[in-house]
């Protein structure tokens, strides 16, 4: 919805040097390796016979050819193979093809390209990006030394980075910790973003081939990669979990009501902001703001080929230009949509609509949000402009309650007195601060959203929901005036350890009670990654200290999970509905 892609979505601060280059001894490694590595592959020199993780360089065949990776503290990584072909030329704006073979083992000891982008996030903004050429994928697997013997694979799971689709990579995302403690093996990816990734046209939507999602488009070809390789790096082809957080939430529900990813995936994860009509643009609105981008790039407003051979030469500089100017707060909306478009065939219809008619690929969900979300927003509002005034917040949300409710500001639109009734039900005076009043009116929304999710989920397959409330939880921020509390993001520290580690690269350890609340969450997902239920851990239900088990998901007897230390409990919606105002919500939102 308009309020949280238009801030909170776009506002995922960027990579760590920490975590990119995770330490100066492991680097050390590396550079070993990579010596090891060119003379394996030189002409007339072997490559390594054992691919087991007791090889320093272990090597594995792919569909397209050999990838050498290397091993740290036991998991084998393999970084940066390609799972499609460079989507620049005649591919850009084309669905993902195969990349071109090989026959020599392939480096595969660094994270690739990220997908070309003007920002990541605001104030934390890394180095842009203008390669097209980053389509790769990463893999994390203890499974090498032991797949002889083993009738099946270790359960697999594929992992969509954050970022509002127009900015995020996957050398934020360290999948070691995920990958030792199911044992599971983790992939994670890179996918076009943007203008590049989320674009609607004539003159390509006509051309036979799937079009306008081509993000997801390519998170399905990774999907289809692990089916023909995964089995290769000791994974279950057949044993698959999807998920992501925030953009990856979303783009995760994308593909669980796509018909093009029926059968890729068993399961799937939700982790903050599910996937609802707002978050969608219709296709007209799409090619209306594709054709205005066209004229805007002086490739005039036809919907012949020439005009797709004009948009397909344009320099990958200008479409990010038009796209948003890296000090901007925002990309532009006259021709940009963050929201997925309803293409008819990627996307077929609403979400609401595939919801409530059961028309998705059925599967067990775990969906979840964190106690205060919108934190993150105000925090990025802090650091760029100071401190909230009492002003800004009514203008924020009187900019945010009128008109339209979608993302890119396509229909519908919110009713007159949408704006007022929330400044009536968020009053300053109950708030220690504007800026906390501010986190209120952005968390509670799209907690509430996630709750109407569940309802429509629930009767048709098995969900397990959850709230995400360690209000300690580090924050990569610089210090702001309020509590920053269980803010967007702040999960993803407890499943990827030390991601961002903050502006300058520095980590924030957990605590030692936070340490075994992230034990639990690994635990959570890599367990449910195997059975489709968070239950019953890789080594008993008391194990990482849960003394409580994770109730499924059930409209009679509603029960949410609460990750918090110094353990996880259940609690009920009723509760979770008075925190979030959710009777309020239920009355004003647009699902």
Not at 548 to 568: A, D, F, G, I
């Amino acid at each position: 919805m308009k309020r949280f892609l238009a801030s909170a979505l776009r506002d995922e601060i960027p990579r760590s040097n920490t975590l990119k280059h995770r330490a100066k001894a492991r680097m050390a490694r590396l550079l070993v390796i990579s010596v090891a590595l060119a003379l394996a592959t030189a002409p007339g020199v072997s490559t390594a016979a054992n691919n087991g993780v007791g090889n320093s360089s272990p090597i594995v065949q792919t569909a397209s050819g050999p990838v050498q990776g290397f091993v740290d503290n036991g998991v084998a990584e393999f970084l940066g193979i390609p799972y499609a072909a460079p989507p620049e030329g005649s591919l850009r704006w084309m669905p993902p093809q195969p990349p071109q073979p090989w026959t020599q083992a392939r480096s595969a000891t660094a994270f690739a390209n990220n997908c070309a982008q003007n920002q990541e996030l605001g104030y934390f903004a890394g180095p842009p990006s203008t390669s097209e050429d980053c389509l790769y994928l990463n893999v994390f697997t203890t499974a090498l030394a032991n797949q002889q013997g083993r009738g099946h694979g270790y359960p697999v799971l594929v992992w969509i980075h954050g970022g509002g689709n127009f900015d995020g990579e996957s050398a934020d995302y360290d999948g070691t910790g995920l990958a030792k403690a199911g044992p599971t093996v983790v992939v994670t990816f890179d996918y076009r973003l943007g203008l590049l990734g989320f674009f609607a046209h004539p003159a390509l939507d006509t051309e036979g081939h799937p079009f306008g999602n081509y993000g997801i488009l390519d998170q399905q070809a990774v999907l289809k990669w692990v089916q023909q390789n995964i089995a290769a790096f000791g994974g279950d082809p057949n044993d698959v979990t999807l998920g992501g957080q925030s953009a990856g939430d979303i783009d995760t529900g994308a593909s669980v009501m796509s018909p093009g990813a029926a059968g890729l995936f068993e399961r799937a994860i939700f982790q903050s902001v599910a996937l609802l009509d707002p978050f969608t643009s219709p296709l007209s609105l799409a090619e209306s703001r594709g054709t205005a981008f066209s004229v805007a790039a002086n490739c005039g407003s036809g919907s012949g080929a020439g005009t797709a051979a004009c948009l397909r030469a344009l320099p990958v500089s200008q479409i990010l230009a038009l796209q948003g100017d890296p000090n901007q707060a925002s990309p532009n909306p006259a021709y940009f949509t963050t929201g997925l478009i309803v293409d008819g065939t990627v996307i077929p219809m609403l979400p609401t609509a595939a919801w409530s008619s059961g028309q998705f690929n059925h599967m067990p969900i775990m969906n979840g949000t964190t106690e205060d979300e919108g934190a993150f927003t105000a925090m990025i509002n802090e650091v760029l402009n100071g401190p909230l005034t009492a002003t800004q917040y009514t203008n924020n949300v009187t900019a945010t309650y009128s008109g339209p409710a979608g993302p890119g500001g396509g229909p519908p639109n919110y009713p007159s007195g949408t704006a007022q009734a929330v400044l009536d039900e968020y009053p300053l005076s109950n708030y220690a601060s504007p800026s906390l009043a501010w986190v209120a009116v952005i968390t509670d929304p799209l907690s509430c959203e996630a709750r109407h999710v569940n309802h429509l989920l629930g009767p048709k397959v098995p969900v397990y929901a959850y709230e995400f409330d360690d209000r300690n939880a580090p924050s990569y921020f610089p210090p702001v005036s309020f509590p920053t509390g269980a803010y967007h993001t702040a999960d993803i520290q407890f499943l990827f350890p030390f991601f961002h580690g903050g502006p300058s690269g520095i980590p924030h350890p957990l605590s030692p009670a936070e340490q075994v609340l992230a034990d639990q969450l690994k635990d959570f997902w890599t367990t449910f990654a195997r059975t489709g239920n968070p239950n019953g851990g890789t080594r008993n239900d008391n194990g990482f200290g849960r003394n409580y088990p994770w109730p499924r998901y059930n409209l009679k007897n509603p029960l949410y999970l609460s990750e918090n230390t110094p353990e996880s409990v259940p609690f009920s919606e009723g509760q979770f509905s008075t925190e979030h105002k959710c009777d309020f919500w239920d009355s004003v939102l647009i699902y």
